[in-house]
């Protein structure tokens, strides 16, 4: 009789390999990091838009203010604005001297009621923005306004210019 062959069985396992892991950690790790670095800058980008926003509406107040004042001197029979530099907020009905030996001036203030304005007591904290007013006299009797509103974020200075220029109605 003939002899049947013994067939033998080896336990063989299939397994990821110590390189393999790692390779993959690497990889995996190299895309956590890309996310991140995404989500931070993310998050920054956030914040300066929410700053410049912040800085756009208080030039544009700026401008109103000024033609506020222009708007009641003309009523008075004079709609003159002297060339200078000058902070103003809500709560004032003339234009304040910039005087550059007292910066502190410029900063705005958030008031109890959320609002900006130029208060120095303690109890008002600072905004973190400061706003200027200048004015220059132009063509024809006309005005050229530039409101420049500054601010810090993250270690970096940023200013937002905003320009126009009033007109004589005569």
């Known amino acids: 009789m003939p002899s049947t062959p013994v067939l033998r069985t080896t336990n063989v396992k299939n ?97 109890t009621n959320g609002f900006y304005t130029h208060d120095l007591s303690a109890s008002t904290p600072s905004s973190g923005f400061s706003r200027l007013i200048t004015i220059t006299n132009g063509p024809h009797s006309s005005f050229n306004i530039k409101v420049t509103v500054s601010w810090s974020a993250n270690t970096r200075n940023y200013h937002y210019d905003l320009d126009t220029s009033l007109y004589n109605w005569k």
């Open 15 to 111: 397994g990821f390999s110590l390189v393999e892991i790692i390779s993959v950690l690497f990889v995996v790790s190299l895309g956590l990091v890309g996310l991140l670095s995404l989500i931070i800058q993310n998050i920054q980008s956030q914040s300066y838009n929410k700053d410049n926003l912040i800085a756009y509406q208080l030039a544009q107040e700026g401008v109103e203010l000024t033609r506020k004042i222009r708007d009641s001197r003309w009523r008075g029979g004079s709609a003159t604005l002297h060339s200078g530099i000058y902070y103003m907020d809500y709560n004032d009905s003339t234009l304040n001297v910039y005087n550059s030996n007292n910066p502190d001036a410029a900063i705005l203030r958030q008031d």
